[in-house]
C-alpha cells in the first residue's frame, strides 16, 4: 500500500533505515517483503512511486540477500528488482551519466535516505542544497541530488540489475 502522506513516508523510511542497519530486527523481513510486493504493484501501474519502492529494496533487500533468514523471502525480492530492469531496462533518457553507473557499496549508502527524502518530498526543494556532513558516501551523493536523475526509468533499471547481479 502507498503512503497517502508525507509523514507515512518518513515514517517508512525510518524503518527502511532500522532494517538495513540492525539485522537482528524481528520485523525486517516483513517490511523487506512489503516493499518488494508493493515495488512489484507499483512497477504494473507505472506509478511514480517506483522510484522510492526501487530505492527502499536497495536500502532494505541487503537483509535478505546477505542475512538470509529465509530463502522465499530472498526469491522475492530478486523477483521485484528482476521486474523493475524487465520494465525499465530498455527506456531511453537523456542523461549522459546516472547514480547506477557508480552506485556506493551496501555499507555506504547512508546517503540514500536523503535521495528518498528529496523524491518524497518535492515541497522541500533546495533542501538537496544544505551542507552536509564530511562524509564521502553522503557527498558522493550530494553531487547527483536530482529528481530527474534519481527516477530516470534507466538509473531505476540500472540499480535493479546490479542489485540482481550482487
Request: aromatic letters at 8%; charged letters at 25%.
Amino acid at each position: 500500500m502507498t503512503p497517502a502522506a508525507s509523514a507515512e513516508w518518513d515514517d517508512l523510511f525510518d524503518t527502511w533505515d532500522e532494517s538495513r542497519e540492525c539485522y537482528y530486527l524481528g520485523d525486517a523481513p516483513e517490511a523487506v517483503l512489503e516493499c518488494a510486493r508493493n515495488l512489484e504493484a507499483s512497477v504494473r501501474a507505472d506509478s511514480p512511486d517506483t522510484a522510492l519502492w526501487t530505492l527502499g529494496l536497495v536500502l532494505t533487500g541487503p537483509y535478505v540477500i546477505y542475512a538470509r533468514p529465509d530463502a522465499a523471502a530472498e526469491a522475492r525480492v530478486l523477483q521485484a528488482m528482476g521486474a523493475v530492469e524487465q520494465a525499465l531496462g530498455g527506456a531511453s533518457c537523456a542523461h549522459d551519466e546516472h547514480p547506477c553507473d557508480a552506485m556506493p557499496l551496501d555499507d555506504e549508502l547512508d546517503g540514500l535516505r536523503g535521495v528518498l527524502d528529496m523524491l518524497a518530498h518535492p515541497e522541500r526543494d533546495g533542501a538537496a542544497d544544505e551542507p552536509s556532513p564530511d562524509d564521502e558516501s553522503v557527498d558522493w551523493f550530494e553531487h547527483r541530488m536530482t529528481r530527474e536523475i534519481w527516477a530516470c526509468p534507466r538509473n531505476l533499471a540500472g540499480l535493479a540489475r546490479a542489485f540482481v547481479g550482487a
